[in-house]
C-alpha cells in the first residue's frame, strides 16, 4: 500500500491540518505529492466542514522545490500539474490557507509559502531564490513572489541566489510573521486560526477575491465593481446574521 505524502487532519472547529510529508525527499513537490495536494485542494474547496486550512511539515525541510530528479527525466517537462497551478489554486481557494512554516523553504519552497494568505515561520529557517546557480530561472516564483516585492529587492534576491532567513523573509514581503520558537510558533497560529474563524465563511471567500478582481482593474472601475460588489455582500443572509448577531450582543452562528 502506497504511504501518502500528503497528510489531513479535521478538527471540530472546521479546522484542516493538512501536513506534507514526503520526508525522504525533502518534501519536493513530485508528481506524486503534487497529484495528493490537488486532491486536498478539491476537497478543500468543496466541502463547507472546512473552514480554513493549517499548511505544515514533517521533518526539517518544508519544502524543496521541483523534484530535480523527475525534471532532468522528463527533460526539464512539468508534471500533469506544475507547481504555478498548485500555487494558483490556493490563492484562488474561497477558503483561507495558513501556513506554520517549520522547515527550510527554498526555491519552490519559497513560493509556496509566498503562496498562502498568510505564512508563519520560525526565524531560522531558510528561504531563497536559488534557482540561478542550478542554471535556471526563478520563472515560476516570479509570477507569485513579484507582486508581493519591491523590485529591487526582487532583483536582488533573484539574482545573487543567496540563502536568507524568516526575518528577512518577512522585510521582503514575502511571509506575515517569523517567530523564534516552536511553542511561539504554534501560539501565533492559532491566534491567526482563531480570527479566521470569526469571520463568516462567505465572507472570507469574498475578502480573497477582492485580491483577485481589485488589483486588475483601474481605479474608476475598481470603484464601480466594489460599490456593486458591497451591496451584493450586505444584501445576503449571512449578512443579515453578523450584524443581527452584533446588534443583539450575541455570537454570530458561524461562530457556534
Not at 1 to 12: G, H, K, N
Not at 65 to 79: F, I, K, M, N, Y
Not at 215 to 235: C, D, H, K, Q, Y
Request: hydrophobic share 45%; with cysteine.
Amino acid at each position: 500500500m502506497t504511504q501518502s505524502r500528503v497528510l489531513t487532519s479535521l478538527d471540530d472547529r472546521g479546522v484542516l491540518t493538512v501536513t506534507l510529508d514526503d520526508v525522504d525527499k525533502r518534501n519536493v513537490l513530485s508528481q506524486a505529492l503534487t497529484a495528493e495536494f490537488v486532491e486536498v485542494l478539491d476537497r478543500v474547496d468543496s466541502d463547507d466542514a472546512v473552514r480554513v486550512v493549517v499548511l505544515t511539515n514533517s521533518g526539517r525541510i518544508f519544502c524543496a522545490g521541483a523534484d530535480l530528479d523527475e525534471r532532468v527525466a522528463s527533460g526539464g517537462q512539468p508534471g500533469p500539474v506544475d507547481s504555478l497551478a498548485l500555487f494558483r489554486r490556493i490563492q484562488l481557494s474561497p477558503k483561507p490557507w495558513i501556513g506554520r512554516i517549520a522547515g527550510h523553504a527554498v526555491a519552490g519552497g519559497t513560493g509556496l509559502a509566498a503562496a498562502l494568505d498568510i505564512s508563519v515561520s520560525l526565524t531560522d529557517i531558510k528561504y531563497g531564490f536559488t534557482e540561478v546557480r542550478l542554471g535556471i530561472a526563478p520563472a515560476i516564483m516570479s509570477a507569485i513572489c513579484l507582486p508581493k516585492m519591491r523590485q529591487g529587492e526582487a532583483r536582488a534576491t533573484f539574482l545573487r541566489g543567496a540563502l536568507f532567513d524568516g526575518a528577512e523573509a518577512v522585510r521582503l514581503g514575502l511571509i506575515t510573521t517569523a517567530v523564534d520558537s516552536i511553542e511561539e510558533l504554534d501560539t501565533e497560529v492559532d491566534a491567526v486560526v482563531a480570527d479566521i474563524l470569526l469571520g463568516g465563511p462567505g465572507a472570507l471567500a469574498a475578502t480573497k477575491d477582492l485580491f483577485e478582481q481589485v488589483p486588475a482593474m483601474t481605479p474608476n472601475n475598481a470603484i464601480a465593481w466594489a460599490s456593486v460588489r458591497s451591496a451584493e455582500l450586505f444584501g445576503s443572509d449571512e449578512a443579515a446574521e453578523g450584524m443581527s448577531a452584533y446588534l443583539e450582543k450575541r455570537p454570530p452562528s458561524w461562530t457556534v
